[in-house]
């Protein structure tokens, strides 16, 4: 039902999403790498920060290399370099911040937000085969093997952070234990990592709207207009997720039909609640009247899912196209002259505000990603 919903409502949109040229997505997209590579070092002062943040002394500051919120930007950033014109110039700086860390992952040895830059470690493993790209994330990653934490993700005596208990971790980890596996060859990587997605799918997933609740705090607050309170960003970090994950899993591994069914079903929920506007509310289902702002986070990150799906073969062209464009073109609109990417949703972990001329390196990677698919999707090379 919900999908008939959805081509029916695409039948009356369709025409408000009219095709990019390959030409402008790549210049428009290489304009917010270029910008966000020159201006990396002094990024804090882009950022929206909430009142609480702004009374620490080094709330605008840069974050550290290897945090999560650089994570995701290195992913866009990976990715885009696959379509870029001077695909040497963005892998030469991703080197340059893997070289000077070392390689390692951040500070917790468990908590999934600090494993999210092995994502593009791993990929430039497979291009130069550098054991130094490999051996850090390994390492760590057979310690957890050997030390692993099984708490339950609710309730009392709960494992907390050191399991995936809330949703934005499955863009953070699993796509780095499955790129694991593929690059090792060594099965153990992947099992551990569909354990721990079913145990988070089994947490946080609402089986009638098809979406992720963030976390257990969410399971019972609503929206204004009642509706249940599935964050965007929150979901656009599930979704995007998928789309870096599922290349890397084994075509003929019995899971994979998992993750290719849950993309699908999130993809029917997604097309059924994009705004007129081509975004998608930062609640999902509160509408416009409960956000009367835009985002661009989690928007980036249901285009960049959804062209994928498309180049992909996973979900239907004819239905999901014009979304694609029309959420493309929203994002267009939230780009500045110089290419910052505004209208980012600050950190969070729930729905809020964002500002047209304030941006998020996590955002960026969500735009980047995107970009690269759209470029792909309208027949760039």
Known sequence: MKLLNAVLLISVMSCLGQQPKPEAVKALTTKVADWQIETFEESGKYRALSAKRLKQKSAKSKYPDLVWNMGALY???DHFRGIADQPVKYTDWLKMIGERNAWKLYKRPYHAD???VGQFYLSLYE?????AMLQPTREQFDWILANPKTGPLSGKNRAGKDRWSWCDALFMAPPVWA?????TGEQKYLDFMDQEYHATYDHLWDPEEKLFYRDRKYFTQREENGAKLFWARGNGWVFGGLAFMI???PQAWEGRTFYIEMFQQMAESLATCQREDGTWSMGLLGGVEGY???EASGTSFFAFGLAWGINNGILDRAIY???VFKAWQALTECVTEEGLLGYVQPVGAAPGDS???KSEVYGVGAFLAAGTEVYKLVGGK
Do not use: N, S
């Not at 291009?127 to 054991?131: A, E, G, T």
């Not at 790129?179 to 690059?183: H, I, Y």
């Open 75 to 77: 992913a866009g950033m």
């Open 114 to 116: 600090d494993h999210t």
């Open 127 to 131: 291009q130069f085969k550098d054991p």
């Open 179 to 183: 790129r694991l596996a593929k690059v």
């Open 247 to 249: 290349p890397d899993l």
């Open 292 to 294: 009367p702002i835009k």
């Open 321 to 323: 196209e014009p979304i």
């Open 355 to 357: 500002y047209a001329d």
